[in-house]
């Protein structure tokens, strides 16, 4: 006779995504100098503002970004995060975005190429002018309405489709920002039941 079957049987990869959606990042604590930047891992400096120097300040730490945060938790900056041994001193992200807008040209040697995954850097990298410029203020424009890695996610999932373009990069960020797995409403549990097996999860 096989027990019934439970959620807390089935192995962690085949439980539900979350519902609601969540940041993928970690939150760490700092102390600002008397110009308001602060250290992470080490060697890396970034800005919050002038108005925050030698305060205590709560950082958001995603893969593609840092972000001070007020106590409202609104991000006073966003910056492209930095790795390596070499110290690093940061500007806030939209600023950078901001600016090569204005200047597409600078796109080569800009820190936001250098901090994005290497098949979206490799499309935007094929792109002339106008389409540079166009995938730059589409980055912009989901960067300010989501956040920067939603931004990125976006768009280096519409690279990997073959479709970088603003209207698919737009779609796929809100889909990032409001994914919600839908439930089937008919699960063969016989599939289960034969990969619980292997753990134990089916008393025969």
């Avoid at 994005?116 to 389409?131: H, K, S």
């Avoid at 999932?157 to 797995?181: D, H, M, W, Y």
Wanted: hydrophobic share 40%.
């Amino acid at each position: 006779m096989r027990c019934a079957w439970s959620p807390r049987l089935v192995p962690p990869h085949f439980l539900y995504l979350p519902k609601s959606s969540f940041a993928a990042c970690r939150y760490t604590r700092v102390k600002t100098d008397g110009y308001g930047k602060f250290l992470i891992d080490g060697k890396h400096f970034y800005s919050s503002s002038p108005e925050w120097a030698g305060r205590e300040l709560v950082v958001r730490i995603g893969a593609h970004t840092v972000e001070p945060l007020a106590p409202s938790g609104d991000p006073i900056s966003t910056h492209i995060r930095m790795f390596g041994k070499q110290r690093t001193d940061n500007v806030d992200v939209r600023t950078t975005l901001s600016r090569l807008l204005q200047s597409p040209g600078a796109w080569r040697n800009s820190l936001i190429r250098k901090a994005l995954p290497d098949r979206l850097r490799d499309e935007m990298d094929l792109l002339d002018r106008a389409g540079l410029k166009e995938a730059l203020s589409t980055m912009n424009d989901l960067s300010g309405r989501y956040d920067f890695d939603t931004a990125i996610g976006a768009m280096e999932q519409a690279a990997e489709l073959g479709r970088l373009t603003s209207a698919n990069s737009v779609v796929l960020a809100a889909r990032l920002a409001t994914f919600e797995p839908e439930e089937s409403s008919s699960v063969n549990l016989d599939i289960y039941d034969k990969l619980l097996e292997s753990v134990g999860g089916v008393v025969q």
